[in-house]
């Protein structure tokens, strides 16, 4: 009778318990969608569906900040164009929204300006706070 309780402590468990993987597995679910959004880096701009037509907004309530083929920055306020440096036109746009928070603000860029340029003057502008960016095009000729 002691021989046979010895064989049966040392006879191997062949049951695997998964309750420590499933933990790991779920801690890892979370870690991953806490981190996921974070991941994600961008510039919100709303642009039109479909046929957009011009807006038709009173000149003095739009601010556009546009970047030419040389990279030079420049902000338009009221039909009053000047040329600017990138860490200027964010204190001076925060400036602009402050005294006026409904100004529609435009992003102008030239088709021969490199992608980073235009990039960098939308994350200016939405460093100084502004929601909403619209970026100007000119239209197409048949």
């Known amino acids: 009778m002691a021989r046979s309780r010895r064989r049966n402590k040392r006879r191997p468990m062949a049951e695997i318990n998964v309750v420590p993987y499933i933990d790991v597995m779920l801690v890892l679910l979370v870690i ?3 981190t996921a959004p974070m991941l994600t880096q961008g510039v919100d701009v709303e642009l039109p569906n479909a046929n957009a037509t011009p807006i ?3 000149e003095n309530d739009i601010l556009i900040a546009s970047v030419d083929s040389k990279g ?3 902000l338009d306020v009221g039909g ?3 040329s600017i440096a990138l860490s200027q ?3 001076r746009v925060r400036k602009v929204l402050s005294q006026n928070p409904k100004m529609s603000v435009l992003v102008r860029g030239d088709k021969n300006v490199p992608y980073g340029d235009v990039i960098g003057l939308m994350v200016a502008l939405q460093g100084a706070g502004v929601p909403n960016v619209g ?3 000119e239209p197409e000729t048949n």
Request: no cysteine; aromatic share 16%; glycine share 0%.
């Open 32 to 34: 991953f969608m806490i």
């Open 56 to 58: 038709q907004d009173d």
């Open 72 to 74: 030079q920055f420049y």
């Open 80 to 82: 009053k164009q000047e």
């Open 89 to 91: 036109l964010q204190d």
């Open 135 to 137: 970026l100007v095009t």
